[in-house]
């Protein structure tokens, strides 16, 4: 799916350093490199930093779903972190499971490599 940046990019998306890498329908796979600016304290990658990334991709597997033209916004989310990310970059793949008139539910899961580091699920509310 080729869509324009500009209506898959916001300012956050950039500031953090995210990268589209695949959009099709109901999917999206987000990269994020670990720059230092995304660092905590420990010298890992901030959990927020993962919790960005992950909300960032499900937003974008609803706009694959019910098209660009159309808004959805986060109603709830979950995260469980698995592991933590020391260097190298995460990317994060999200399935909308169910896209109802109101409602999409959506899965992610945050990869180095082929180790999984993070699972979410969300609900988004089609405005």
Known sequence: MDIAAELTESAYFRNLGCQVR??????????????????NRAEKLHGGAIFS???IT?????STS??????SVTLECKINYLRPVSEGEVV?????LHAGRRTLMVDAEVFQG???MAKAQGT????
Request: hydrophobic residues 55%; glycine residues 6%.
């Open 22 to 39: 695949r959009l099709d329908a109901g999917v999206a796979e987000v990269a994020l490199p670990l720059a230092p600016h995304l660092r």
């Open 53 to 55: 990334l992950v909300d």
């Open 58 to 62: 499900m937003g974008l597997a609803c």
């Open 66 to 71: 019910h098209g660009f033209d159309n808004r």
């Open 92 to 96: 994060c793949i999200a399935r909308v």
């Open 114 to 116: 082929n180790k999984l």
């Open 124 to 127: 988004f509310v089609a405005l």
